[in-house]
């Protein structure tokens, strides 16, 4: 698509339930990156991709943190018995991994309130 | 990881008036990107800078590596400007590490 589209664009769930937060790149991207934004934050880096392979998931902040990516295209972060404390805005960006100077392409984000 | 600082944490200017932002890191990093958030949360890329100067319209930014800083310049700011600036740093493409913004608010 021409640009990185995430869904839902807003989540409220329950505490302890298992949320799913998608994440379609640009087409022709091969890396694959999420992010987090807390209220007034900066934000935290959680994976990245490159094609379906994640060699850097070192931002996760638990193990009911988890995502995949399929097909070198769309990506599904997991999240399992949600917290109040993950609420957030959860960013997707995509880029070309050897076109440096594009930069990131960021996703209008997910904000997901757990309540 | 490496830590970023942006100063200053909160601007005010008037419409037309001039600024500039700064960003400090703590390491060595071969990667640094500029972005601006605006007042609906979508984070759009102004600048891929490791090094040296680039200039768009009426925004520049201007890297200097070994001195571990980057600086944004705004120039005839307008009211469509504002909203929070992001500096992130990195060692590669893989991961980047983000300063807590600037945010800019310019009054008409």
């Known amino acids: 698509g021409a640009g990185v589209s995430q869904s839902p664009s807003n989540k409220v769930t329950e505490k302890g339930k298992d949320v799913e937060l998608r994440c379609d790149p640009i087409?022709?991207?091969?890396?694959l990156y999420w992010y987090r934004q807390s209220l007034g934050q900066g934000l935290e880096f959680l994976i990245y991709f490159q094609g379906n392979s994640a060699p850097d998931k070192s931002g996760l902040p638990s193990d009911r943190f988890s995502a995949e990516r399929t097909g070198g295209s769309v990506s599904t972060l997991t999240i399992q018995r949600t917290q109040q404390e993950d609420s957030a805005v959860y960013l997707c960006a995509s880029s070309l991994a050897t076109a440096l100077e594009h930069g990131y392409t960021f996703g209008s984000g997910t904000r997901l309130t757990v309540v | 990881g490496i830590q970023v600082e942006q100063s200053p944490p909160d601007l005010i200017l008037q419409e037309g008036a001039n600024s500039t932002l700064r960003c400090n890191f703590s390491d060595s990093v071969n990667n640094l990107q500029w972005f601006h958030q605006n007042p609906w949360g979508q984070l759009i890329n102004l600048f891929y800078?490791?090094?040296g100067t680039k200039q768009n319209g009426r925004l520049s930014a201007t890297t200097v590596a070994t001195e571990r800083y980057s600086l944004l310049y705004i120039s005839s700011s307008q009211t469509t400007d504002s909203g929070v600036y992001f500096c992130?740093?990195?060692?590669?493409?893989?991961?980047?590490?983000f300063g807590s913004g600037t945010k800019l608010n310019v009054k008409p």
């Open positions: 992130a740093v990195g060692y590669n493409f893989n991961k980047f590490y």
């Open positions: 087409s022709g991207h091969t890396a």
């Open positions: 800078i490791p090094s």
